[in-house]
């Protein structure tokens, strides 16, 4: 089983245990990430609707968010939960497929997509824009390949940035 680190916060520089399921988002882009939203907004509630490995998620609680983690994987879900208590980071696990169980999770400051680049990304972004799970000034996030380009969403000013084979598309809803 892979392991990746903590870039940041209380548990900085801690070993994750990755699932084999898993296909983390590189330090690279993290690291990036988290100086965007430094710069914009600092801590807050966030979503991490496709848990997976738990970078993104788990690092984001390191450094002060209040997390939620969504993964349908029930082997996944037990890595998680593991991680999150060996690094005594306080997040809130869901089990479920990510789509499915949003409507029931509230409203969050950020929302990380980052879904199997098997599935609809456009889909995915498209539900989430549509739930009412980002709150106003809030942001959502979604990775995706450079091949896939999201549109405009009405309520929400949109803002792209690429990182080699990847972009993170950058929705802010309008206050």
């Known amino acids: 089983m892979p392991t ?3 870039l940041g916060g209380t548990a900085k520089g801690r070993a994750l245990q990755v699932p084999d399921s898993a296909r983390p988002t590189g330090a690279r882009l993290r690291k990036s990430l988290f100086d965007l939203l430094d710069s914009r ?3 807050g509630r966030f979503l991490d609707l496709y848990g997976g490995s738990g970078a993104v998620g788990l690092e984001a609680a390191s450094r002060g968010y209040d997390v939620t983690l969504v993964e349908r994987n029930p082997a996944a879900v037990r890595i998680l939960e593991r991680n999150a208590r060996l690094l005594s980071l306080p ?3 869901v089990s479920g497929e990510a789509l499915g169980v949003l409507s029931r999770l509230g ?3 950020t929302v990380f997509v980052d879904p199997p680049y098997l599935q609809d990304i456009q889909r995915a972004a498209s539900s989430v824009l549509k739930s009412g799970a980002v709150l106003a000034g809030g942001l959502l996030i979604v990775q995706h390949p450079t091949q896939l ?3 405009e969403h009405e309520g929400y000013t949109l803002e792209r940035r690429v990182y080699g084979s990847n972009v993170m598309t950058l929705y ?3 206050e």
Request: hydrophobic share 50%; no cysteine; glycine share 12%.
């Open 107 to 109: 409203a969050f400051d």
């Open 91 to 93: 997040v809130h696990v």
């Open 41 to 43: 907004q600092g801590a």
């Open 172 to 174: 802010t809803r309008l």
């Open 4 to 6: 990746l680190r903590i």
């Open 149 to 151: 380009t999201l549109g």
